[in-house]
């Protein structure tokens, strides 16, 4: 299970009481999004890696792949959300924006954040391409719609940077991560994947459900 730290700011007077709550379901979203994308890339950012969950279990790491770029998709597309919809109000950097109008240069940050994610907005509706649940998998080169790994990165940093921006405002320590170290990640699945795959392979068993094809009885 991927331990996800809660960070609770209620407690800190620092921060304003109008936007304590906001900013702490904003924080937790992009720490979500930020520990997906890790994962994601330790999974199928690499030929080496996708050829090895092609080999083993095709099916369910298409699966995976597909959920988590759904999963990302909705993230960034809540963040960029506008204040309202459908007269419901959102939880976005939008209203966190409207109530900090006032410090230097955040409405400048979310403008770019903004139109960083805008391609993906664009193309909102469709969501992801689905596809053959049973093909090989390869790194994409544009792993979200209408964005490739370096729009993600951008939009990761910009989202990043607005909330440093606000903590640094009211004096918090700003020299923050959002890149979680957890056991059992992408790396160690991996691992997992290779060591079971070398002990089937030479041991001559079939591997179970997978394209490897050693007969040993």
């Not at 996800?4 to 700011?9: L, S, Y």
């Not at 955040?106 to 403008?111: P, R, S």
Request: glycine fraction near 6%; include cysteine.
């Amino acid at each position: 299970m991927t331990d996800v730290p809660f960070v609770e700011f209620e407690e800190d007077e620092r921060l304003p009481l109008e936007i304590r709550t906001i900013f702490n379901w904003l924080f937790l979203d992009v720490i979500y999004l930020q520990s997906k994308w890790d994962f994601y890339l330790g999974l199928f950012g690499k030929d080496q890696n996708t050829d090895l969950l092609s080999e083993l279990a095709p099916w369910s790491f298409n699966i995976i792949e597909e959920s988590l770029r759904i999963d990302m998709t909705m993230i960034i597309c809540r963040l960029s959300d506008p204040p309202k919809s459908r007269g419901n109000d959102n939880l976005s950097f939008s209203i966190l924006i409207e109530k900090c109008s006032y410090i230097e240069g955040i409405e400048i940050l979310f403008g770019k954040f903004k139109e960083a994610c805008a391609p993906l907005k664009e193309h909102r509706n469709k969501l992801v391409a689905h596809k053959d649940l049973r093909s090989f998998i390869k790194p994409r080169e544009y792993p979200l719609p209408g964005i490739n790994k370096d729009q993600i990165e951008m939009i990761l940093e910009l989202a990043t940077n607005i909330l440093k921006k606000v903590l640094a405002h009211f004096g918090e320590e700003a020299d923050i991560s959002f890149h979680l170290i957890t056991q059992g990640g992408a790396d160690t699945l991996i691992c997992y994947l290779e060591a079971g795959k070398n002990y089937y392979s030479e041991d001559h068993f079939s591997f179970p459900g997978s394209t490897l094809s050693n007969s040993k009885k």
